[in-house]
Each structure stands twice: as C-alpha cells, then as structure tokens.
C-alpha cells in the first residue's frame, strides 16, 4: 500500500515537471532511472577508429559519458528534455548556407536558463533541496542514448535523434537529479525502416554505416569543429555550406511535417540575409563581434569563418570575385585564411592571375600558405 502511495507520488512529480517544462518552452521532458547507457562498446569503437578526427575532448570521461550516475555522483534519475529549432530554410537570400540550429541565439544560454527556472521548480515542488545537475552540451554524456533510453524517439540511420511528429530538428538537454522520480519508458520503435535517404544523400560520404558518422568527413565538424585547414580533397564536397550542415535532416521524411519553431530566439538574424559569402572576408573582430554577439557560430572564431567563407567563394563563386580575394590575400593576416583564398582564386581565376600568386609567394613565410599557392599556380597554369 505505502509502496503504491509512493510511486502515485513519483507519478504526480513527473506529471507536474513535465507540464512545467512545457509552460517554459521545451517541446517534451521525459523521465529515466540513472543506469548505464547499453551503447558503451559502440561508442569505444567510434572513437578506436578514430572517426572523432581532432575532438580529442571525446576521448575524456569515456565511464562518465555512458553513466549518467556516475557524471554526477547521487544522480538517481534524469529528465531529457526537447527543444525544437527548426526553420524553414538553411540558405538565405544573399547565399549563406547556414545550419539552422545556429540561425538565432546561442542555444547554450536559452536552455541554460530555462533547465535552471525548472530546478528551481522541483525544489519547490519535492520541498527540499535536490541536487541538480542540467547539461545541454556540456557534460560529458551522449544525449542522443540517453534520450532514446528515455522514449524521446529513435536514433536513425542520419544518427539524429528522431521524434515522430516533431522530427530532428531540436537539441537534447537534461537535469540530474538526486532522487528517485521512478520512469514509465516507452521505447519509441526504429522507423527508418528499408529508407536511406541520409546515407545518399550526405555530400562528403560521412555517414559511413547505418547510424555511423565518420565526423572526419562531416561538413559539420569540418566548418565548425576543425581548427586547421580543411582537407583540399574535401573542399569541393563543403559546396555552399558556410558553416554546419543539414542535409541528412532536409531529406529525411520525418522531417517533412516538423512544426517551425515560433521561438523569437531561434529565428533567422536578418543581418544574415544582406551578407554574401565572400563579404565575410572583409570581416574585422570588430564587425565579427557585431554579427555574431551571442550566436553559436562564434564557436568557429573568425579565422574558421573566414575559412569556411573562403571555401564556399571557391564553389559557388564567379570570376569577378577574384579581385576580391586577391585583394584579401594581400591583407588578410591569418594564414589559415590566406591559404584558403589562394584555394579560391585557384578555383575561379584564369591563367591572367598566375603572375599575382607568383608574387605572392615570394613575400609568403607560412609553408601551408605556400603549398596552396603553389596548387593554385598549377590549377591556373592548365587554363
Ligand atoms: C561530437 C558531436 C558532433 C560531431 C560528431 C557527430 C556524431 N554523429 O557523433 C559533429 C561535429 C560531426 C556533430 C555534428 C552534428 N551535430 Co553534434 N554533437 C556532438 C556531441 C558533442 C557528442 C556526440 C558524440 O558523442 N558522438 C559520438 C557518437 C558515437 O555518438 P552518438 O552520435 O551520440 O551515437 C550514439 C547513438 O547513435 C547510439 N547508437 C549508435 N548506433 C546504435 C545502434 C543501436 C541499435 C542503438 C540502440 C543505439 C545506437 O550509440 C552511439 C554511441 O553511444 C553531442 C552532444 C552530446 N554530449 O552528446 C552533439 C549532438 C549529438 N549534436 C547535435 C547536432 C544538432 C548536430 C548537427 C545536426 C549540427 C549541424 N546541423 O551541423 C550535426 C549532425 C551530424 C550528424 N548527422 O550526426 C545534437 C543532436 C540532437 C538530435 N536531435 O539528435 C547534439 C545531441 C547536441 C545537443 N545537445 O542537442 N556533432
Ligand atoms: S551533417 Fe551533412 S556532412 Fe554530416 S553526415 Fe549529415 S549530410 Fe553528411
Ligand atoms: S532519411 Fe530515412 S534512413 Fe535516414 S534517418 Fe530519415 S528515415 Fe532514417
């Protein structure tokens, strides 16, 4: 009887957290008992195979990232939360191509705040002082696992955690909590079914097995995560893509009906819409901290956008953008950069422009810089 009375109660705390993460803006919370995830051998495995590339950071905590309890000893349960971001598109009017989690403000900030006024909540609700942990990100945990552990939908064949009726298009974030709130997990079954879509879909191959992703190859490691030059082979595959990439969502047809997300914070910046990729080049810090105050793409820095802006300019531009890269090449002072335009101007140029490469390179100290002009004098010389 005292038993049943108690899980009645558990039942009620969840239903009054779950209503309470609704009224602050996250799509749907549910609930786990803190075990160990069942995905650690596949996930030592990613990283034995060095899939994770430069984000040696994912090699840390390896007990912690599959243990919620032991992340933050005492975590006896944990509530994973949804936040939907879709937008309706990723490639704005002047021809940025932007992954659309990064269109507004820095998500980190809004979910932060928001899992903290629901801490707050089931402090007051339980009337003593649970220890809370949230995370969105930030700890060392696969949220992905953790939300399917926690009914939130399955992870398909893209490796993105998918909702029936919401899509993937929403972050996971979580609270660690020191008492017991019981579960009442439903695993949402794998719908993916005979589709592969995402697997053919992915520009650079990255998608190397069914929920695989080798980050090596991914457009979104590539422009935000990588810090050095991104692999001359794989430029042309980056296309458009300024910074993040959506392709194995946009084709996925659980995302055909995903509701848009009317949260101010999450929207496009229309500032976005007046730049074109090659203005990108012009930047400043000044002007960088302007554009971008408070947005996710701070997290590439200016040299990496820069990068990245360089790369698109060399696919998707026309040969009256070679002035301007000339021109970047002369004052830009970040090597990276530097080595990334010659790319560019030895994508769009003509044999005209060899001569300035060539007197480019006699002032050149920097051996990557060096090595791009050299490749783009060659490109030049065959036109
Ligand atoms: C490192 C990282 C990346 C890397 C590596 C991506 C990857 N797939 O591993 C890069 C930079 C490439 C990346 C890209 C993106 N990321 Co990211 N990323 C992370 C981060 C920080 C760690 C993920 C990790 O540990 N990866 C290692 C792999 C092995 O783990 P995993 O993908 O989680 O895979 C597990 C499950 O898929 C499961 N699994 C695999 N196979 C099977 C099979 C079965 C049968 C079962 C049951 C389970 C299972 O087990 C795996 C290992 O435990 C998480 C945040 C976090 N702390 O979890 C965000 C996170 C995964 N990223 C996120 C987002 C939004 C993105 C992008 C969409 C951003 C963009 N638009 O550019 C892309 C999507 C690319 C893609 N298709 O995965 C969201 C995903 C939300 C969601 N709904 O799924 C997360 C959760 C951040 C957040 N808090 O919201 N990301
Ligand atoms: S995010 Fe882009 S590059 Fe990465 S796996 Fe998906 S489609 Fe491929
Ligand atoms: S595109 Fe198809 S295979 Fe890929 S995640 Fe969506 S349903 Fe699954």
């Known amino acids: 009887m005292v038993r049943q009375q108690r899980e009645e109660e558990k039942r009620g705390l969840r239903e009054a957290i779950a209503v309470e993460a609704k009224r602050l803006g996250f799509e749907v919370a549910s609930f786990v008992s803190a075990h160990k995830l069942p995905t650690e051998r596949a996930y030592q495995e990613w990283l034995r195979e060095g899939r994770h590339g430069s984000m040696h950071y994912l090699e840390k905590y390896q007990p912690l990232r599959v243990d919620p309890a032991k992340m933050e000893p005492g975590t006896r349960s944990v509530v994973v939360m949804l936040t939907n971001y879709h937008q309706p598109l990723d490639l704005l009017e002047g021809g940025l191509r932007i992954a659309r989690y990064a269109h507004g403000d820095d998500y980190h900030d809004q979910i932060w705040d928001r899992m903290r006024e629901l801490a707050a909540f089931i402090h007051a609700e339980t009337g003593t002082e649970v220890a809370t942990r949230p995370a969105v990100d930030t700890a060392p945990l696969l949220e992905r696992d953790l939300a399917r552990v926690a009914g939130l939908g399955w992870v398909g064949k893209n490796a993105m955690l998918i909702r029936q009726g919401l899509g993937s298009y929403t972050f996971i974030s979580e609270i660690l ?32 097995a069914p929920r695989m992703i080798d980050a090596r190859r991914c457009i979104s490691y590539l422009t935000i995560e990588l810090r050095g030059p991104i692999p001359r082979r794989l430029r042309p595959l980056v296309g458009d893509h300024l910074f993040g990439c959506d392709v194995c969502q946009e084709v996925c047809p659980w995302n055909r009906a995903a509701p848009i997300s009317d949260d101010k914070s999450h929207k496009t910046r229309p500032v976005y819409q007046q730049l074109r990729p090659i203005d990108l080049l012009d930047f400043d810090h000044d ?35 070679v002035d301007r890269l000339l021109e970047a090449l002369s004052t830009e002072p970040e090597p990276l950069v530097r080595g990334h335009v010659a790319w560019a101007i030895g994508r769009l140029g003509t044999r005209d422009h060899r001569f300035r490469l ?23 010389t065959g036109r």
């Open 177 to 208: 909590i020191g008492i017991d709130l019981g579960e009442e997990v439903e695993e949402a079954p794998q719908r993916c079914g005979s589709c592969t879509r995402c697997l053919d879909a992915c520009p650079t191959g990255a998608i190397v």
């Open 287 to 321: 002007r960088y901290v302007e554009v971008f105050r408070k947005s996710a793409m701070k997290r590439a820095k200016l040299r990496g956008l820069k990068r990245n802006a360089a790369v698109v300019v060399g696919n998707t531009g026309r040969l009256g953008d």
């Open 358 to 380: 060539e007197r480019a390179l006699v002032d050149e100290e920097e051996p990557f810089v060096r090595s791009e002009l050299s490749w783009a004098m060659e490109e030049l």
